[in-house]
C-alpha cells in the first residue's frame, strides 16, 4: 500500500523558514519515473502545485514561489523535503506532498497525503 | 502561463448527471486529471489521462477531452458525490484548475 505523510511545525511567525517532511511507503524515491510533488491549500480556495522532485533529481517549481522554495529527498530515509522562506500569512494553508504517477507529458498526483495545516502568524 | 478555467459550482439533483467543465486553450491536445475532494479530505484522483479510471473509483465517474474544453461526467448522482472538483494537466510544470463546487440537492 502506498502512503505518503506530511509533518512538520503547526505554526510559523512571519519571516521564518518553513520545512516539511514527507514520509513515504509502499514505494521507493529511487524507483524509475517515480517523482514527489508539493501542492498547499489556503483556506476555502483553490489547489496550488508548488514544487516536484524525480528519482532522477530532476526538480521543478512554481514560478511565482521558485525564489523561496527549495525542495530535496533523502532515499535512504524515504523523504522529501520542502522548505519555503520568508513565510508570510497569505502562505497559511494546508500542504500536501503526492506521488506523481505516468509519463511526461502525461502526469498526475495519485495517492496524497492526508496533509498538515500550516499557520503563520506572529 | 497556462490556464485552466472551471466554473465555481455547478449543481444537481440525485439520479441526474453532473457536467464539470474544465477550459484551456487546446486543452484536447493534453493529458486531463480530476480530482475529489471532501470536506476536511485530502483529493482524490477520480480521472486520469483524459478517461481513465482508477481501481476503486466507480463507473458512474467518466471524462472526456477535445478542443479547448475537458469534461468530468458523474451519472447517477448520489449525495456522497458532494465535493469540489479539480482538473489538472501538465505544461512544463503542474496547473490546477480553481475548482468546482458540485452540490446534490
Known amino acids: 500500500q502506498v502512503t505518503l505523510k506530511e509533518s512538520g511545525p503547526v505554526l510559523v511567525k512571519p519571516t521564518e523558514t518553513l520545512t516539511l517532511t514527507c514520509t513515504v511507503s509502499?514505494?521507493?524515491?529511487?524507483?524509475?519515473?517515480?517523482?514527489v510533488g508539493w501542492i498547499r491549500q489556503p483556506p476555502g480556495k483553490a489547489l496550488e502545485w508548488l514544487a516536484h522532485i524525480f528519482s532522477n533529481d530532476e526538480k521543478s517549481y512554481s514560478t511565482s514561489l521558485k525564489s523561496r522554495l527549495t525542495i530535496s529527498k533523502d532515499t535512504s530515509k524515504s523523504q522529501v523535503v520542502l522548505t519555503m522562506t520568508n513565510m508570510d500569512p497569505v502562505d497559511t494553508a494546508t500542504y500536501y506532498c503526492?506521488?506523481?504517477?505516468?509519463?511526461?507529458?502525461?502526469?498526475?498526483?495519485?495517492?496524497w497525503g492526508q496533509g498538515t495545516l500550516v499557520t503563520v502568524s506572529s | 502561463s497556462y490556464v485552466l478555467t472551471q466554473p465555481p459550482s455547478v449543481s444537481v439533483a440525485p439520479g441526474q448527471t453532473a457536467t464539470i467543465t474544465c477550459g484551456g486553450n487546446?486543452?484536447?491536445?493534453?493529458?486531463v486529471h480530476w480530482y475529489q475532494q471532501k470536506p476536511g479530505q485530502a483529493p482524490v484522483l477520480v480521472v486520469y489521462d483524459d478517461s481513465g479510471r482508477p481501481s476503486g473509483i466507480p463507473e458512474r465517474f467518466s471524462g472526456s477531452n477535445s478542443g479547448n474544453t475537458a469534461t468530468l461526467t458523474i451519472s447517477r448522482v448520489e449525495a456522497g458525490d458532494e465535493a469540489d472538483y479539480y482538473c489538472?494537466?501538465?505544461?512544463?510544470?503542474?496547473?490546477f484548475g480553481g475548482g468546482t463546487k458540485l452540490t446534490v440537492l
Open positions: 489538472q494537466v501538465w505544461d512544463i510544470t503542474m496547473i
Open positions: 503526492a506521488r506523481i504517477q505516468g509519463t511526461t507529458p502525461v502526469r498526475w498526483f495519485d495517492p
Open positions: 509502499g514505494f521507493s524515491l529511487t524507483n524509475a519515473r517515480v517523482g
Open positions: 487546446n486543452i484536447g491536445d493534453k493529458s
